[in-house]
Nanobody
Framework: VQLQASGGGLVQAGDSLKLSCTHS????????KAWFRQAAGKEREFLAR????????FYADSVKGRFTISRDIPKNTFYLQMNSLKPEDTAVYYC???????????????WGQGTLVTVSS
């Protein structure tokens, strides 16, 4: 499984941005998918996860109500829609996939390369 994240960029506070993660390899539906971020000098932070099969979604409290994870199975792609962005959302955003349902980044075996999101005030 190879993951390719895209969609990052420089935006202003209050703007929206949609990240994409396209995968290759095994069928996407076989894996739980998630988004994480890592700000400079901080640990990697769980943001959202979408379950394989059911498509149930789970969010970190810090982004609940602002971020939405979704998937397009025929396109082998999943997304992170980010609304009402804040300067503190500035980070490198990573997509990830794994067979286990977890929020722990150390448990994820497959990662995209990261895409930088910068939110200016």
């Amino acid at each position: 499984v190879q993951l390719q994240a895209s969609g990052g960029g420089l935006v202003q506070a209050g703007d929206s941005l949609k990240l994409s993660c396209t995968h290759s390899g095994r069928t996407l539906s076989s894996y739980h998918k998630a988004w994480f971020r890592q700000a400079a000098g901080k640990e990697r932070e769980f943001l959202a996860r979408i379950s394989r099969g059911t498509g149930n979604t789970f969010y970190a409290d810090s982004v609940k109500g602002r971020f939405t994870i979704s998937r397009d199975i025929p396109k082998n792609t999943f997304y992170l829609q980010m609304n009402s962005l804040k300067p503190e959302d500035t980070a490198v955003y990573y997509c990830a996939a794994d067979m286990d349902a977890t929020r722990d980044p150390s448990k994820f075996n497959f990662w995209g390369q990261g895409t930088l999101v910068t939110v200016s005030s």
